[in-house]
């Protein structure tokens, strides 16, 4: 009986994760404007410096991921370290994994020069991520003195790249704090329940709760031009607040990793 019952199970997490997929197909049909901004990469969205972009692509027949990194500057850069991580999202349905990262170094990356990066399932070539349902994918790559990233939020039917859409970009506390120190971020948005918030906070953070529909509500009022820095003191929350800004249309949204005790377990500054 019990194993009946786990079959059947399976059965259905296969099965939702399908509907929800061929959903998110449709959704991504009806709508060309990434690939008419990306025609050679075709349903990719690129999160980094102009310096560097990254992208990612579906590799043919969809079987796998291409990693496109793209130098846009009369530099040339030798020996660069890149890597690759993919999460699945917290508050998504499916068969969940364990993070997997990828990673390497680019012997030469010439001066404005398309290196690829293929993710392949096939022996021989990096690897592919393994999974079903929906993730989160970051790449990234360093030179000497500059950390270049690049996220994606993406559909995976097994090996198999169904969709891609852009995200926001997880960063940890220490970057989010230099970033803070310069002045990066325009507003900082805890959304959080107001009686922790009032308990303490990140300085200068407004409270525009998740829970009870206030940031769905202020996010028109907000300007798209602006670049935002999104936590809380879980996941869900925070990662559900992130997307929902991307979703109508922001460029620039961060999302704090490990949200408020990272900050503090950090000793960077709070205020009440």
């Not at 349903?43 to 027949?61: N, V």
């Not at 039917?157 to 852009?166: A, D, E, G, S, Y």
């Amino acid at each position: 009986m019990k194993k009946r019952n786990a079959i059947v199970l399976a059965i259905l997490l296969v099965f939702s994760n399908f509907v929800v997929v061929g959903a998110a197909i449709s959704d991504q049909l009806k709508d060309n404007t990434i690939k008419q901004k990306h025609e050679n990469q075709p349903w990719s969205t690129l999160q980094s410096d102009d310096d560097i972009t990254i992208s990612f692509s579906k590799a043919p027949l969809s079987l796998g991921i291409n990693i496109e990194i793209q130098n846009n500057r009369n530099v040339t850069y030798q020996d660069v370290p890149w890597s690759f991580r993919a999460k699945p999202q917290i508050s998504g349905t499916g068969l969940v994994y364990k993070d997997q990262i990828r990673s390497g170094v680019i012997d030469q990356l010439e001066a404005n020069a398309l290196v690829t990066i293929p993710l392949r399932p096939l022996k021989g070539q990096t690897s592919s991520p393994f999974g079903l349902g929906l993730f989160y994918f970051n790449a990234s790559v360093s030179t000497s003195d500059t950390f270049f990233r690049s996220s994606q939020l993406c559909w995976l039917v097994l090996f198999f790249m169904v969709n891609l859409k852009p995200t926001y970009m997880d960063i940890p506390p220490a970057e989010a704090y230099s970033l803070y120190e310069n002045g990066t971020f325009d507003l900082i948005i805890d959304v959080v329940g107001l009686n922790i918030y009032s308990l303490g906070h990140l300085p200068g953070a407004v409270n525009y709760v998740w829970a009870d529909g206030t940031l769905n509500e202020t996010i028109p009022t907000l300007d798209k031009n602006l670049t935002y820095l999104v936590y809380c003191h879980t996941d869900p929350p925070s990662t559900a607040s992130a997307q929902a800004l991307v979703n109508a249309g922001f460029p620039s949204v961060y999302r704090l990793e490990g949200n408020y005790r990272a900050w503090v377990d950090a000793g960077y500054p709070t205020e009440t």
